[in-house]
């Protein structure tokens, strides 16, 4: 039997703690005028100092959940895309298993620069085709403001935080993620990258010192491959589906600059409307910067049922990925039964009793049960 993975559930998570232009031009030498003309950003998300890369995942993916009606417990999959994880090991994607009380879900993290969310997606739907899994989540966030260097006007005015997630189901009907496109050239990877804190350059003071935990970035060449790339990937992933250009729907790009997606929109001829943007809001949150906008897109009317979008995004590494996605779920949703969110509000409430339970346990039992002292001679 052929299996298809459709989008069944979506949501995101925006910071409340807007950045204007204006803000940034009290911080470095730069304006507003500069700032809009040219990337078409105006203000971005900053995370507080308690929200995270898997704060937002679990408030997205808790979003995504909601919509599409699922029991986190039946989860199969859970891929976080990020270049921002909380830690470097556990994965993000283990601490949202954990929180969610996805107790079946395999977890696990995606570096793919800004290309992560549609790399995931394109991971997920081929598990699912293949019937290795049923269910899975798919999310994409990024905690820049962290990684980026407050004193440096060419990349600091660029980026932003929030987190989007996906939920992927198999069903037998077409539809749903009918093709994508993943590549990369890592010979272009010093074009940008975060050098330090690595095996290469493990965090020392000097590490520090020298801005080696900071993203660095050759805007230019990284605004030249991402022209061509955005073009050459919407027309293979809709290629690998036996579509054109005349059944697209909706561009969903990656939200770096208007600039790029502007020349992506006249190489690729498409129609004014045919291009959802939404960066003037939010900048560049990389792997969140998709699934984001594919949100807006759907909760703004931009989507509708049979639609074929394409999503395409470019990063570090350097990657690309794009994916085409026939639009499955009657708009709007209905609203669940009270006992299905009640039921999920339960497993999460669980999932927290249980991880401090564990944790306090493991606590008693070190004490009651001190390690003996090693005896020598
Ligand atoms: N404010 C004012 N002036 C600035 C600023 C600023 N914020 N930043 C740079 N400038 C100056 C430069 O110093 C330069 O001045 P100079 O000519 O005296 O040297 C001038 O503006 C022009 O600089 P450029 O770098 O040529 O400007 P450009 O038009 O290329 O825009 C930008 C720069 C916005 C970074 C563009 O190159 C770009 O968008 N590149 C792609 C970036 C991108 O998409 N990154 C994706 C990241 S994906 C991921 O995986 C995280």
């Not at 992927?168 to 804190?197: F, Q, T, W």
């Not at 939404?278 to 910067?289: I, K, P, V």
Request: net charge positive; charged share 20%.
């Amino acid at each position: 039997m052929t299996l298809y993975a459709h989008i069944v559930g979506w949501g995101k998570f925006a910071p409340a703690k807007v950045l204007t232009n204006d803000d940034l031009s009290q911080m470095v030498d730069t304006s507003d005028e500069w700032i809009q003309a040219r990337t078409g950003i105006r203000e971005r998300r900053i995370a507080s100092e308690q929200e995270t890369t898997a704060s937002m995942s679990i408030a997205a993916a808790r979003e995504a959940l909601r919509v599409a009606d699922a029991d986190p417990a039946k989860v199969d999959l859970i891929i976080v895309g990020t270049v921002t994880p909380e830690h470097l090991f556990p994965s993000t994607a283990c601490l949202v298993q954990d929180a969610l009380g996805a107790r079946q879900a395999a977890a696990f993290d995606l570096s793919a620069g800004c290309s992560g969310f549609v790399y995931a997606l394109g991971i997920a739907s081929h598990a699912i085709e293949a019937g290795a899994y049923e269910m899975a989540l798919v999310i994409g966030a990024e905690t820049l403001s962290r990684i980026v260097d407050w004193t440096d006007r060419r990349t600091c005015v660029l980026f932003g935080d929030g987190a989007g997630a996906v939920v992927l189901r198999a069903s037998k009907h077409p539809g749903g993620v009918l093709s994508s496109i993943l590549g990369a050239d890592g010979s272009g990877g010093e074009l940008l990258m975060l050098p330090g804190g690595g095996s290469r350059f493990p965090s020392t003071p000097e590490s520090v010192l020298n801005g080696m935990h900071h993203l660095h970035m050759d805007g230019r060449r990284v605004y030249r491959f991402a022209t061509k790339i955005m073009v050459r990937a919407t027309r293979q992933a809709l290629e690998q589906a036996n579509l054109s250009l005349q059944d697209l729907s909706l561009l969903i790009p990656h939200q770096a600059n208007q600039r790029i997606i502007e020349s992506a929109a006249r190489g690729l001829k498409l129609e004014d409307g045919k291009v959802f943007i939404n960066l003037d809001r939010y900048g560049n949150t990389s792997s969140a910067s998709i699934p984001m906008a594919l949100c807006e897109a759907v909760e703004s009317g931009h989507v509708k049922r049979d639609d074929t979008l394409v999503l395409v995004g470019f990063g570090a590494g350097l990657t690309w990925a794009a994916a085409t996605v026939r639009w499955s779920v009657p708009l709007p949703v209905a609203t669940p039964p009270r006992w299905r969110v009640a039921v999920r509000w339960a497993r999460y409430r669980w999932a927290a009793i249980r991880r401090r339970a564990l944790s306090a346990l493991w606590w008693l039992i070190e004490r009651l049960f001190p390690p003996k002292p090693d005896r020598k001679g």
